[in-house]
C-alpha cells in the first residue's frame, strides 16, 4: 500500500484557489485459462500522483507517473499553470465550490498481495474441474481479475484521507452448442470486494454454483429464439440492478441531467410506481456493508448515501461539489476517478432498486405469457433513458410456469415509461459488482435489485 | 527521469543477468495534453506525464507478464523479478514463444509535437462553428487531446523497434435538444496529424451533428417486418468488431467456436465485400507498426472479395494449431468502397432502416445478435421518414455479409478506420 508522502505538500497549495492532491496506485492481477491453455498470466501497477487547481471556475489538471515529493512538486505546479492557461483564455469568473468542512476520513480494508503461483494453482484446480465433471463441453474458461485502487488523498478546503478499494474475482464461462448447432454460452463471477483469500483461500464453495451454472447451460442447450414484441416479463435480480444503473443512474448523475437528459424535467415528478425505490449506497446498504464500499470521494467529500426514487417520485441526482452548489444541494461523494491520471467524474457507487413484498414464485404464477429473464451480459443506456440489455439467460413463461429456456437476446425500453409498468417487486435483493461502469473512464460499481414484474420490449425472431 | 534507451538498457541488463530463455519488453513514454468542454465552454486543460513498461519472460516452457509505469531502478528491477517469478509460478506449454529476429528500424508518424496554442483554436472553433450551424445540437462533452508516444520494443532475439508517434485527437458527445425534446446521446471523434482543416470538416463530424438535429423528428411504424438496413460506416464498423471477435478472433479459434474455423479459402461474404487490416495506409494516422509478438506489421486481408483469407493467429495460436501467423494486431479496417452513392442505396431501398448506433448485448458464438438501433431513421419507398425510437434490430452476424444489398463508394476516414456505408437485406426490425 502506499505510504502517505504527501501532507507536508498542503503548504505548497496557492491562496485563491482550490487544490486537490491525490497519489494513486492501481494493481491488477490476471490470469486466465482457455480449455486448460494458460493465455494470461500478468501482474501489473500503474502508481502516480495528481493535482487538480480550480480557479474561478475552470480547473486545472497535471499527472506524472511517479510517486515522489519531486511529483507532486511538479503536478501541483503544471496543474496551476493549466489553470490559468484556461482561465485567461477562457475564463469563467464563477466562484470556488462551498466547502462543507475539513477533517480526516480513516482507511478501509488492507490490500493484500498473494503470490502468482496461489492464484494460477487456484484457477487450474477450478479448470480441472469443470473438466472432469463436465466433459461434454465445447469449452470452458476460468479467469482470474483483480483490480484494487489505493488512493492518499489531500486538498485544501474539504476532508483528507487514505482511501482503499480491493476486488477480486473468478469468472467462469461454459461453452456447449445446441442440437441445430448453434454454440452458446454462460458465465457467472465469484468474488466481489477484498483481497484473494477473502473469496478463494479455497475453491470448491464454488462447485455448487458452477453445477448450477452448467444444468442452466443444459437447458440452454433445448433453447428457443424469444418471440420479439411487448411481453410481459419477470426481471431477474441482476437485471432490475442493471436497471437501476443504467437507465435511471445515468440519466441522475448531474453532469447528463445539465445535459438534458430526461431528468432534467422530472425532479419531485411520478417517473415510476409507487411499488419502486431507488437509492445509491455509499458504503452500507440494507444494514450491510454495500458491495463496494465508497467512504470518501476524490473530491474529499464524505460518502452519504444519495436517494434516487422514493415511492415512485424522482427526488434527487448525483453530484460533483460543482453540480451540487448548481442545483443548491449538499454533494455526497460521487466525484471518483479511475486512475492516477484520471480527473474526478460523477459516477455511481452501489446504486439499488429496493427490495418489495412479492415472492418470486407468485409472480412467476401471475404471468400467462411471458419470459423470466435471470441475467445479462452488458447494458447500455442514454439521456432519453432508453435502454438496452442484452440477456444471456432466461426462460419461457407459460400459464404461470416456467417453459422452455431462450437464446442469447436483448431487452429494451425507456426507463421511466417501463418503471410505471412494474406492478410486484419481490423481497430479496441481489447484488453483482465485477462489472465496470464506461464514462470517460472506467469505474468500478456495484448494482442490485429485487426481481420486478414489469412489461418490457425483447427481441427476438 | 532516466532517457527510454537507458532504461531499456538497464532492463535488458537485468533480464540477461537472469538468465531466462527468452524475453521481450515494450516501454511507453507519454505526454498528453487536453481539454475539455462541458456543455460547450471550457472547463478543464489536462497534462499527463506517463510511463510504461511491460516485461515478458519465457523460461522453460512458461510465460509470465509484469507492467508497471514506475521507471526507477529499484522499482524496474521488481518488474523484472515479478515477471520472471511469474512464468516460474505458469503451467508448461511448448507453444509461448516470441517472433525471430526482425530487422531494427525507427518509426516516427504522426505528429510528434503538438502546437497547444493552434490546437486550442481549433477546438475553440469547434465549439463556435458547432453552435452557429447546428443550433439543435447540445454539446455534453469535448474531449481534445494530443499524445506523444516513444515507444521501444527488444525481445532476446535482437529485435529492436522504436516509435515516435503523435496525434490530435477529437471526441465530441452530444444530442438533438430544441428546448422541449432531446434526442440519445450520440458520439462521434476524430484522429489527425495536423491542424490544417476546421475539426468540423473531418471525419464524420458534420453526419453525425446534422444527424443530431434530424433525430428530433421522430416517425413510427408498428410490429416487425424483415428489411433492409443501412449501416453508417461508424456502425458498421462496430458489426465488423463483432464479426472479427467472433468469426477470426483467437479466441475463437483456440477454444474451437468459431464458425469459420475451416473456412479460408472459402467464400463467407458477398463477393464486394473486402475487409483488411491496412496499417500503411496513408488515411490510417498512426497505424500498428509491429505487433505484440514482435514480429513487423504487414498489410493483412481478413476477406478478400468475399473470400476468408485469414484468421487472426498470434504466434502462441500458430505454435498451438499449426497455421500460420497473422502478423498484424491492430484495428487498423480498411474496407473496399462499392460502386453506388449513398443517395442512391437510399433510393433503392422499399423499407428499412438508416441505423447510425447499435445498442445491443455482444452477439453470441453463433453470430445472432439483437439490439436497439439507435440514431435511426425509418425508410419507406426509397426515401427516408423521419427518426424512429424504441426499434430493435434482429439478425446473424454471418448472413448480414451475405446478404449485402450494395456498398457505398463514399467512404468514411476517422484516422484510425476507413468504411463505407452498407445496407444489408433480411434484417428483422421491430417496434414497440
Redesign the interface.
Known sequence: MLTDILESKKALFADGVQTILRGQENRSRSVGF??G???R????????INARVCKNG??????????SSAAADSVIA??TR??L??DS??P?NKPMATSYGHGIVPTGRNIIDF???RI?DAC?KIDDHIAKTYPDL??R?VMYSEDSMDKVIYTSDAHDGHITSPRCYIYVFL?SITKDG????LFKAFGGAGSFEDHFKDVEWMYKDIDALYKMLMDKKEGV?AQ???KTVVLGGELSGMLAHEAVGHTVEA??V?????A?KLLNQKVASDLVSMVDYAHTALGKEAPLPVYMDDEGTKAEDALLIENGILKGYMHNRESADHYGVKPLGNARGWAF?D?PLIRMRNTAVLPGKDRLEDMIASVDDGYYLLS???G?A???G?F?????MGYEIKNGKLGRAI????V???AFDMLKTVDMVSDNVLWSSSGFCGK?QPMPVGLGGPQLRCKI?I??? | ?KEIRKTAEYIQNLLNESKVDKYAFALHEKE?REF?A??G????????????A?VTVYNDNK??????????DEALKTTVD?AV???????E?P?YDIAEKQPSEVFHYGCYEPDIEKF?SRV?ELLSDIKAQYPKV?I??V?ASHTKDHALYMNSNGTDFEDFGGSYSVSIEF?G?DGEK????DYADVTTANLDKPFIDLGSFRVHLESAQNQLNLTSFEG?FEGTVLFTPDCFAQFVAYTLNNYVSS?VI????S?WLDKIGQQVADPRITISMNSSDPRIVEGETYTADGYRTQDVDIIKDGVLKNHLIGL?LAN?TGRPVTKNTSSDIVIAPGNDSYADIVASIDRGLLVGGF????????G?F???A?NSYYIENGQIKGAV??T?I?GNLGDMLKNVKAISKEVVCDGSMVIPYVAVNGI?I?S?
Open positions: 482457455l480449455k491453455n494458460l493465455v498470466n500478468l501482474r501489473a501497477e500503474t502508481r502516480g475552470v480547473y486545472g489538471f497535471a499527472s506524472m507517473a511517479e510517486y503544471e496543474a493549466n489553470a492557461f484556461l483564455h477562457a469563467k503470490e502468482q503461483k494460477i487450474k465445447t469449452s474458461m461453452n448453434v454454440p452458446i454460452e429464439y420479439a414484441g411487448y453532469d447528463l445539465m445535459g438534458g437528459s430526461v432534467s491520471s480527473e445479462t451480459g452488458n447500455q442514454d439521456l432519453t432508453e438496452m440489455f442484452g440477456i444471456n437464446l442469447d437476446t436483448t429494451t425500453g425507456v470517460k420490449m427481441g427476438g425472431r | 527521469m498528453t475539455n462541458d456543455l465552454d471550457f472547463s478543464l486543460f489536462r497534462t499527463v506525464f506517463g510511463n510504461n511491460a510465460m509470465g507478464t509484469k507492467a508497471g509505469n514506475d521507471f526507477s515479478e517469478l511469474s512464468a516460474k509460478s505458469a503451467v506449454d507453444a486550442f475553440e447540445k455534453l462533452n474531449f444530442s435538444n432531446t434526442t440519445g446521446l416487425k479466441s483456440l477454444d474451437g467456436t464458425l502462441y498451438k445498442s445491443g448485448g455482444q452477439p453470441g458464438t453463433n445472432e439483437s439490439g436497439v439507435k425510437s424504441e430493435m434482429n428483422v421491430s414497440k
